[in-house]
């Protein structure tokens, strides 16, 4: 089992940053990718940034450029530097990590961004 913490949302105004924090702990050895989803109020889950274990990152179209993705595999941690945030960036954030082919999800952490 690999254990997924999530943390640094909140509340921001828009043009602003947040960064989102994610640790792994559990059954953390051969973590393949990590990334980062969102679901906005009633919409579907959709995929944010991901991250392999090589360093190698992967963008939905809407945050390219604003987002960047990053992964500390010595403290097991997943980072989302968030900037230019605007109000359909409002969503609860998903950290996500794969392991010989199961996925697994944290509890989410919500990002509510002002007008």
């Known amino acids: 089992q690999v254990h997924l913490v999530e943390s640094g949302g909140g509340l921001v105004q828009a043009g602003g940053s947040l960064r989102l924090s994610c640790a792994a702990s559990g059954s953390i050895s051969s973590i393949d990718a990590m990334g980062w989803h969102r679901r906005a109020p009633g919409e579907q889950r959709e995929l944010v940034a991901t991250?392999?274990?090589?360093?190698?990152?992967n963008y939905a179209d809407s945050v390219k450029g604003r987002f960047t993705i990053s992964r500390d595999n010595a403290k097991n941690t997943v980072y989302l530097q968030m900037n230019s945030l605007n109000a359909e960036d409002t969503a609860v954030y998903y950290c996500?990590?794969?392991?010989?082919?199961?996925?697994?999800w944290g509890k989410g952490t919500l990002v509510t961004v002002s007008s």
């Open positions: 991250v392999t274990r090589g360093g190698s990152t």
């Open positions: 996500t990590a794969s392991r010989y082919g199961i996925n697994y």
